[in-house]
């Protein structure tokens, strides 16, 4: 089957059958990212609001929200509405605009969780100059050009994989428009992109896990010298939370990216896409709150104010920022 330049777009297989079991987990998939979406614009108002949230590490920490609410977005809307319409085809210029959201936002991640660890390494082994080494001026440029290196990343592989003629059939084993799957319908030799493909992976995620690394293993060794074990203490819960997401994120990535292609399984490649596009984000909010004192009180704060006091003494929330209270509602 000749598709030429793939004008007749694709057919995405999706993750689940319709089976008894698969519905129960298609079930379960989206009450994951429901919840991920929740967790992350929850975490988004919290840092927005709160005045004792307003400092460079929040900021990152909010565009990391910010990416992963709009990942859970991009994906899972369209792969509930192949499952439940039954139809799963996807045009090429869908593809090729998913190819290039997912990689700008996996990319921007890459980059963005470097400059946290930065930021991290900053405030504990260089505490007096803290707000010099990461002014907001800094810091606002370590996210803009998060955004844009994966942006031009995304960019450059989407063009470049839908440069390629399709003859393989336009059917793929998977539930979203990814790269390296795209890549196994492609008639002729795609070994040259997929060389480049590996160089830019390792240009985004072993360059920047590497100064991740370094920048913890700095922190760890400041730690280990600490005279005060409540400040020790609560450095390194900040870090493990970090270090945590770190681990998810990369494992993941990793995984899907740099593996050899002989070794690839579509079935192994589809759980490993679903845990790091839709589990990860719900569990990176979780992380943050359950392991950050700072953002536990925000919370609390806001829940307490939003809490009402008597039947007759209604509070009505306008906002996570405060609310006002109205008396006379029984």
């Not at 590996?198 to 995620?205: A, E, K, P, R």
């Given at each position: 089957m000749d598709m030429g330049n793939a004008t007749a777009g694709f057919i995405l297989l999706g993750l689940f059958n319709h089976t008894r079991a698969h519905l129960v987990l298609f079930v379960l998939v989206l009450t994951v990212a429901l919840n991920s979406v929740a967790g992350n614009a929850l975490l988004l108002l919290l840092i927005h609001q709160d005045r004792r949230l307003h400092t460079p590490m929040y900021f990152l920490l909010s565009q990391l929200s910010l990416m992963d609410m709009m990942l859970v977005s991009t994906i899972v809307p369209q792969m509930a509405a192949h499952y439940l319409?039954?139809?799963k085809s996807i045009s090429a210029a869908g593809c090729g605009f998913q190819i290039f959201i997912f990689l700008t936002l996996e990319g921007g991640e890459c980059f963005l969780l470097a400059a946290m660890s930065y930021d991290r390494y900053v405030a504990i082994c260089r505490p007096l100059r803290y707000s010099v080494l990461m002014s907001w001026q800094l810091c606002l440029r370590l996210s803009l050009g998060s955004w844009l290196l994966g942006a031009a990343d995304g960019a450059m592989q989407a063009a470049a994989t839908l440069s390629f003629r399709f003859c393989r059939g336009n059917e793929m084993d998977h539930f979203f428009c990814e790269a390296p799957v795209l890549l196994r319908l492609a008639c002729g030799n795609t070994a040259a992109f997929e060389f480049v493909m590996?160089?830019?992976?390792?240009?985004?995620?072993l360059v920047p896990l590497s100064l991740i690394l370094t920048s913890y293993g700095l922190i760890l060794a400041?730690?280990?010298?600490?005279?005060?074990v409540e400040a020790g203490k609560k450095a390194f819960a900040t870090c493990s939370s970090h270090l945590a997401v770190v681990a998810l994120f990369y494992g993941a990535a990793i995984f899907i990216y740099m593996r050899p292609t002989s070794s690839r399984s579509a079935k192994h490649d589809k759980i490993v896409s679903?845990?790091?596009?839709?589990?990860?984000p719900m569990l990176n909010p979780l992380i943050y709150s359950l392991r950050n004192s700072e953002v536990k009180g925000s919370l609390r704060k806001r829940v307490t104010h939003c809490a009402?006091?008597?039947r007759k003494d209604a509070l009505v929330c306008l906002d996570l920022g405060g609310c006002t209270k109205r008396k006379g509602i029984q």
């Open positions: 319409t039954g139809k590996y160089i830019c992976c390792v240009l985004m995620l400041t730690v280990l010298q600490m005279r005060s679903a845990f790091y596009t839709i589990v990860t009402p006091l008597t």
